[in-house]
């Protein structure tokens, strides 16, 4: 069983960094999204710029 994980980026070059580390996460299951800071995370944004990244 794989262990679910949420990496909530406030930038791109760390959701690109997360996906290149996955290979070496062979026991996760892996969600990035990548969200500015400035923005709630309340609302209807949360999903709009949702990349999902399975290993």
Do not use: H, N, W
Not at 13 to 39: C, K, N, P, W, Y
Request: charged share 25%; hydrophobic share 40%; no cysteine.
């Amino acid at each position: 069983m794989k262990i679910k994980a949420l990496v909530i980026a406030p930038y791109q070059g760390l959701a690109e960094l997360t996906a290149s580390l996955l290979d070496q996460l062979d026991d996760f299951d892996v969600t990035v999204i990548q969200r500015d800071l400035s923005e709630s995370l309340r609302g209807s944004g949360l999903t709009r710029s949702r990349v999902t990244i399975s290993s």
